[in-house]
């Protein structure tokens, strides 16, 4: 092929530019927000806890000390104890495990089962999307905390069913915000040009409409950790989800809700750890949607 | 040299229109209802139009990006209609498209790199190193460096997109490219630079052209041919000077008399013979009761050599 000698061409300006990618751009916008810094901060320190708790806790999980049951915050017992003499602190920490690992099992589940079906219903359309959408529709009628207690009674109570649960409820939101974003994706003429050039279905699905739709999932999977985490408590203290002596955050509010007079910080220490954590999700979630939800960029 | 690269017979879009709430057809809008053309190798066919008109439909369904509902699209004496999908899909490597709007057509996630590696990757064409040379050489052919290709498609300007687009549709060296309103979404004092790049590029590479456009003065200057289309129909194909200076059908003498003219003079002495007639001038006012006269579909005649018109003349 002849190689023409360099055109003349309208700016030149941008020589001296980086590249920057549209992921980058995003996280440099995501740095500005102090706010979903916070969060991230939140997010990080709840995992440093659940990494680390074996090695931070005080006490081990289910040490039990049965002349010191219900004693509150002390020098040696940080967050009190709860009526079995375990040191509160500790099962906070432990806590935090599980609850993260809900969060984020369930939550990628969710994403993975619900993104599959979302593209195909709305790259593909006609009957796949009527069939598959009917599906999401029928999940949503259903209160989403009662859709989980069904699925949890099926399966028989315990915290990995909970966290099946969790994520058969969470499918239909992912799987409609990625079909809807599919469906306008698709439209695009860079897909149109993907099309031109001769690419199979297959390779335009994974490398123009997945990446491109991948925003607002992400967003989404944030703010649904934070969900995640309140439904698996939820489902801890109604005794349908981690089973004694697990230290869920949910299960030991439920276990120590008798006490609530007396011993308040049983139930008060669990109740902030999950408040904070679904904060943290929160805010990341938040400032996440500011910097990558393109119609806020043009 | 006029062997014909492409010929295409009785071309037909219909997309049906539903209603009630069971969505049930009720009918069909004639998008494009039976085109016939052809182009010759190297030469360039523009084909102009008001907007809704067909032309891109027409343009997207020589590729089958739009399945046509009836009709023949020969090219290189194969039929693409013939063709399963997976055939169809190595045939666009032979005919390529240039699109509208450079900033819709690159996909954003992409680096230039990636996207103009792509038609090479995906028609199995050369090793890694080949395909990173050559999309260094494209670069500099369409007039950017090979520096760009790690930036992302909003680092550029609509003109410089533009010519990643370009980039892109030569890639896979194919014979025809099918550009849809190359530049009309680019500034003025950009398109007549984009324009004698696709004209060099021409002449370099013996490229067949598919030049869609509604801008009159743009076909004008890169066409040989031009077809002029209204309502799904061609209304009348000729060369482009004769077209130019001698229009036949009724629709092609409204549509050049529509041409806005920088002259104001000239623009006063149009209005008042206008207002005499009763109406206002505007480009959106046509008279197409030669339409309504005649129901009948007319088919191209061959009026003078290599001048068709689809409307019996008076």
């Not at chain 1, 680390?52 to 039990?64: D, H, R, T, V, W």
């Not at chain 1, 939101?173 to 599919?182: E, M, T």
């Amino acid at each position: 092929m002849p190689v023409l000698a360099k055109r003349e061409n309208e700016t030149n300006q941008l020589q001296q530019e980086e590249a920057v990618s549209p992921w980058r751009e995003g996280w440099k916008s995501f740095k500005k927000n102090k706010v979903a810094l916070v969060g991230l901060g939140i997010v990080l320190f709840f995992m440093i806890i659940a990494v680390f708790a074996p090695l931070l806790a005080p006490y081990g999980i289910n040490e039990q000390e049965l002349s010191i049951r219900n004693n509150p915050p002390s020098p040696e017992h940080w967050f009190g104890t709860d009526d079995f003499g375990r040191d509160i602190f500790s099962r906070v920490l432990y806590g935090a495990r599980i609850s993260l690992w809900v969060g984020l099992v369930s939550v990628s589940g969710s994403v993975i089962v619900g993104c599959f079906l979302g593209i195909i219903a709305g790259y593909y359309g006609r009957w796949i999307d009527t069939v598959i959408s009917r599906i999401f529709d029928i999940m949503l009628a259903f209160p989403s905390i009662l859709l989980a207690i069904a699925v949890v009674a099926v399966l028989g109570p315990s915290l990995q069913n909970a966290l099946i649960a969790i994520a058969i409820i969470n499918i239909p939101n992912f799987g409609r915000l990625i079909r809807s974003k599919v469906l306008s994706v698709k439209q695009e003429e860079y897909i149109m040009a993907a099309r031109a050039v001769g690419m199979s279905d297959g390779r335009i699905l994974f490398h123009h409409v997945l990446p491109n739709s991948l925003a607002p999932i992400i967003v989404q999977a944030t703010l649904a950790i934070a969900t995640a985490i309140i439904e698996a408590a939820a489902l801890g203290f109604l005794g349908m989800g981690a089973q004694p002596p697990q230290a869920e955050w949910g299960k030991m509010l439920a276990d120590s809700r008798q006490y609530i007079i007396q011993a308040p910080w049983t139930v008060l220490f669990p109740g902030i750890a999950i408040m904070l954590t679904v904060l943290g999700f929160n805010l990341m979630g938040d400032g996440l949607r500011d910097a990558l939800d393109p119609k806020m960029k043009n | 040299m006029t062997k014909p690269i492409l010929q295409v017979k009785n071309v037909k879009k219909y997309f049906p229109i539903t209603g009630g709430i069971l969505g049930k057809k009720i009918g069909d809008m004639k998008a494009v209802d039976g085109v016939s053309f052809h182009v010759n190798e190297g030469e360039t066919l523009g084909i102009v139009g008001e907007s809704g008109c067909g032309k891109s439909t027409t343009g997207r369904m020589l590729l089958r990006l739009i399945e046509p509902t009836d009709g023949s699209i020969l090219f290189d004496n194969q039929d693409l209609r013939a063709l399963p999908k997976k055939e169809m899909r190595k045939v666009r490597r032979n005919i390529q498209m240039i699109f509208q709007d450079p900033y819709a057509s690159l996909n954003p996630r992409h680096t230039v790199e990636k996207i103009l590696e792509e038609p090479l990757l995906v028609h199995g064409i050369g090793d890694a190193t080949e395909r990173k040379k050559k999309v260094s050489e494209m670069l500099e052919v369409v007039g950017l460096t090979s520096y760009h290709a790690r930036r992302y498609p909003h680092q550029f300007s609509g003109g410089q997109r533009q010519r990643i687009g370009i980039a892109r549709a030569l890639m896979t060296n194919p014979k025809l490219i099918i550009a849809d309103e190359p530049v009309s979404a680019l500034d003025v004092s950009i398109q007549s630079q984009v324009l004698n790049l696709l004209k060099d590029l021409q002449k370099e590479f013996q490229l067949t052209y598919i030049f869609i456009a509604h801008d009159l003065g743009v076909v004008r200057h890169i066409s040989d041919r031009v077809g002029v289309m209204y309502k799904g129909r061609m209304v009348e194909l000729a060369d482009a000077e004769k077209i130019y200076q001698n229009p036949l059908h009724p629709y092609t003498q409204q549509l050049l008399a529509a041409v806005p003219i920088p002259d104001p003079e000239y623009y006063q002495a149009d209005a008042q013979a206008a207002i005499q007639f009763g109406t206002l001038p505007s480009p959106y006012v046509i008279d197409d009761s030669w339409m309504n006269i005649e129901s009948e579909r007319d088919d191209l005649v061959e009026v003078e050599p290599g001048h068709f018109v689809a409307c019996r003349l008076k």
